[in-house]
């Protein structure tokens, strides 16, 4: 910005550090909107201020701004997925599935596009109909790398089919780009579904030994806190399960970002699930529910 303070590419770049590092979507809108007064009909510029708006709780000019977006640039299959995860979010499930299948049918590689596809049918109670999307991998995913991928992002190793599961259990850490805290969080997940609690636990417990080997190292973020959290319930530590998904939901809690937020406070439910206390595991999706 200091080298060109009219080019719209430093405001879009300072925008992204704001909202991926720091985690303060109010800035980035703010860059975003910099950028935006030198380049009024950028779409991608138009489609982050609409990711940004979106974290904000800022749901209605987010999606007029996606849609902008998508006006100008209609074969961006970013905007078109921030799209359809807005309407999904938006519970407007007739909407968002085929803003979701265009995105698909531009990169039919993406891993993300087609999760994302599955989770419309599972937020209409659909099972079948997510692990049909979720059959096979898309061009170029092997199937290790695919089940480690449904695994983490957004949970889903409840959704797998007992053949993926059984692959989940066999790949090793590798297939989660070498990270061990989330490779046995979601091998102690399959084997919760399988009813296996004892192997379970042992998982939880190689998660509970990464996830404090990565704050010994400095990172001791919102997301990493409350995962402990999920990898000590698994072990049956209830109270520190509590404590450490308690401080995650305080580090990043739904007023500061409305995504990321309800995300981690999604699992500060599933750590009451896992140590036996639905009624307060109810207490934290109760507001989930309100949203949006």
């Given at each position: 910005?200091?080298?060109?303070?009219?080019?719209?590419?430093?405001?879009?770049?300072?925008?992204?550090?704001?909202?991926?590092?720091?985690?303060?979507?109010?800035?980035?809108?703010?860059?975003?909107?910099?950028?935006?007064?030198?380049?009024?009909?950028?779409?991608?510029?138009?489609?982050?201020?609409?990711?940004?708006?979106?974290?904000?709780?800022?749901?209605?000019?987010?999606?007029?701004?996606?849609?902008?977006?998508?006006?100008?640039?209609?074969?961006?299959?970013?905007?078109?997925?921030?799209?359809?995860?807005?309407?999904?979010?938006?519970?407007?499930?007739?909407?968002?599935?085929?803003?979701?299948?265009?995105?698909?049918?531009?990169?039919?590689?993406?891993?993300?596009?087609?999760?994302?596809?599955?989770?419309?049918?599972?937020?209409?109670?659909?099972?079948?109909?997510?692990?049909?999307?979720?059959?096979?991998?898309?061009?170029?995913?092997?199937?290790?790398?695919?089940?480690?991928?449904?695994?983490?992002?957004?949970?889903?190793?409840?959704?797998?089919?007992?053949?993926?599961?059984?692959?989940?259990?066999?790949?090793?850490?590798?297939?989660?780009?070498?990270?061990?805290?989330?490779?046995a969080l979601a091998l102690a997940g399959a084997h919760e579904v399988d009813g296996d609690l004892r192997r379970a636990?042992?998982?939880?417990?190689?998660?509970?030994?990464?996830?404090?080997?990565?704050?010994?190292?400095?990172?001791?973020?919102?997301?990493?806190?409350?995962?402990?959290?999920?990898?000590?319930?698994?072990?049956?530590?209830?109270?520190?399960?509590?404590?450490?998904?308690?401080?995650?939901?305080?580090?990043?809690?739904?007023?500061?970002?409305?995504?990321?937020?309800?995300?981690?406070?999604?699992q500060l439910a599933r750590i009451y699930i896992l140590v036996g206390e639905p009624d307060k595991a109810l207490d934290q999706l109760e507001p989930l529910l309100r949203?949006?």
């Open positions: 910005i200091a080298l060109d303070p009219r080019h719209p590419d430093g405001y879009r770049a300072l925008g992204g550090y704001y909202r991926l590092v720091l985690l303060t979507p109010d800035s980035a809108v703010e860059h975003y909107l910099k950028g935006l007064a030198l380049a009024p009909t950028d779409p991608d510029l138009l489609g982050l201020l609409g990711v940004a708006e979106k974290a904000l709780g800022r749901w209605e000019q987010a999606l007029e701004h996606l849609r902008r977006g998508q006006g100008l640039d209609p074969r961006a299959a970013g905007i078109s997925y921030a799209l359809g995860n807005t309407l999904l979010w938006l519970r407007r499930y007739d909407e968002a599935l085929p803003q979701l299948e265009h995105a698909v049918a531009l990169e039919p590689s993406s891993l993300q596009w087609l999760e994302e596809k599955a989770m419309v049918f599972l937020a209409r109670g659909d099972l079948a109909g997510a692990r049909a999307v979720l059959d096979r991998p898309p061009p170029g995913v092997d199937r290790p790398s695919f089940v480690a991928y449904l695994a983490t992002y957004w949970d889903l190793y409840w959704v797998l089919t007992p053949d993926q599961r059984a692959l989940l259990k066999r790949v090793r850490p590798s297939a989660f780009d070498g990270d061990a805290s989330y490779w636990a042992a998982y939880g417990d190689s998660a509970r030994a990464a996830f404090e080997q990565r704050r010994t190292a400095g990172t001791d973020d919102a997301l990493s806190k409350v995962l402990l959290g999920v990898a000590l319930a698994y072990m049956g530590r209830k109270d520190e399960a509590i404590r450490a998904g308690q401080r995650g939901v305080a580090m990043l809690p739904l007023s500061r970002d409305a995504v990321a937020g309800a995300y981690v406070q999604h949203l949006p």
